[in-house]
Every structure is written in structure tokens, then in C-alpha cells.
T-cell receptor, first 109, second 112 residues
Framework: EDKVVQSPLSLVVHEGDTVTLNCSYE??????LLWYKQEKKAPTFLFML????IEKKSGRLSSILDKKELFSILNITATQTGDSAIYLC?????????FGTGTSLTVIP | ETGVTQTPRHLVMGMTNKKSLKCEQH?????MYWYKQSAKKPLELMFV???????ENNSVPSRFSPECPNSSHLFLHLHTLQPEDSALYLC???????????FGAGTRLSVL
């Protein structure tokens, strides 16, 4: 059974739209959840979330965690073509991070 | 630049070849990782090294052989691969296994 489920699998929006990406997880001894953006090759780190209800923001991107319901969301407002990428979430369990399949976001001009 | 460098960026090899992938990190991290990324599948963790010691091996076939001579360098030796091993191989490093991982750009491997 998958420890991490991301939805939607893919999304196509127009520039200026707002999107919400979802990540549900099921790991033991939860410590944190990480969000990454993968454009061409290397996933790049976006956020690390450890506490419920506290929003992390970076420009037009924000993320929040709900430890009770075991999910996190990543919001992107006023999307731009440069936001086109695969967005991955990953909670660790033990010494491993478990990655979801990601949400593929395409922003059309 | 993430501080994690992988070479080569692309590799095509036959099933009988032996080749090696190299990863170097300039971040002063103690943990290094190999991941495999195939189309439409999640990143699969292959190996974890912490302070040069292998701490995780996720049932990876023996045709993949990792080597970590020091905390800055990680190799993946490839031998007698199968076409289904074609994938993007990503290296990552972190301060410790519970911390944020920084990824290299990957090696795109094609096995013919």
C-alpha cells in the first residue's frame, strides 16, 4: 500500500490561476513532510512542514500541514509558466523519505 | 546549482557492459543516497550511506553495487544491467538521514 498519495496526478491551468495540490500520507512516528519541485531533472526543495496549521510561505507558494487528517496542501497563486513542473511530497519514516508520484502541473500562457 | 554534482548526465550501455555513476557533494553533508526514477513511478530509494556506512539497501539487485569512499563521494557501479533498469538515477545528500535532501541533476541511463 502506498504511503504517500498525491492528487491530482496532473493539472493544466492558465497563467494567473490558483492551484491547490494535495498530499495524503501514512507513516509511523511522523516527524515532518517535505515538498519538492522537479522541473527537468533535480528535485529542488520547497518547504519542510513539522507542525499542524502553521502555514509556510515563499512568494506565491504556500503550504500547510494537517497532522490529524494526515495530509498537506501546496497552494500556488497567480501561476506563471515557470511554475510548470512536477511537485513531490515526501514524509520520512525511519531513515527513509517516501516520495509520492507527484502532481504534474502545466501552466499555459 | 544544488551543490550535488552527478556524472555522466547521460549514459547508454549494453547489457554486458560495466559502467559507474559518480556523485559528489560540496555541502559538508554526512548522508548520501541513490534513487531510481522511472516514468510514472515514485522516486525509489536504492541505498543510503551515513558517515560512509551503508544503512539502507532497499532490496536492490546485486547488479547495482554502491561505493562510498568518503562522505563527499558516492558511486554506483553497474554490471550486467537489464533494459528495465533504464531510468533517471538521482543522487542526494543531507546533513543526516532525517534532514532535507539536496539532489543532483541525475544520470539518464539507457540500457540496450
Amino acid at each position: 500500500e502506498d504511503k504517500v498519495v498525491q492528487s491530482p496526478l496532473s493539472l493544466v491551468v492558465h497563467e494567473g490561476d490558483t492551484v491547490t495540490l494535495n498530499c495524503s500520507y501514512e507513516v509511523t512516528n511522523f516527524r515532518s513532510l517535505l515538498w519538492y519541485k522537479q522541473e527537468k531533472k533535480a528535485p529542488t526543495f520547497l518547504f519542510m512542514l513539522t507542525s499542524s496549521g502553521i502555514e509556510k510561505k515563499s512568494g506565491r507558494l504556500s503550504s500547510i500541514l494537517d497532522k490529524k487528517e494526515l495530509f498537506s496542501i501546496l497552494n500556488i497563486t497567480a501561476t506563471q509558466t515557470g511554475d510548470s513542473a512536477i511537485y513531490l511530497c515526501a514524509p520520512p519514516e525511519g531513515n527513509q523519505f517516501y516520495f509520492g508520484t507527484g502532481t504534474s502541473l502545466t501552466v499555459i500562457p | 546549482e544544488t551543490g550535488v554534482t552527478q556524472t555522466p548526465r547521460h549514459l547508454v550501455m549494453g547489457m554486458t557492459n560495466k559502467k559507474s555513476l559518480k556523485c559528489e557533494q560540496h555541502l559538508g553533508h554526512n548522508a548520501m543516497y541513490w534513487y531510481k526514477q522511472s516514468a510514472k513511478k515514485p522516486l525509489e530509494l536504492m541505498f543510503v550511506y551515513n558517515f560512509k556506512e551503508q544503512t539502507e539497501n532497499n532490496s536492490v539487485p546485486s547488479r547495482f553495487s554502491p561505493e562510498c569512499p568518503n562522505s563527499s563521494h558516492l558511486f554506483l557501479h553497474l554490471h550486467t544491467l537489464q533494459p528495465e533498469d533504464s531510468a533517471l538515477y538521482l543522487c542526494a545528500s543531507s546533513q543526516d538521514p532525517t534532514n532535507i535532501q539536496y539532489f543532483g541533476a541525475g544520470t539518464r541511463l539507457s540500457v540496450l
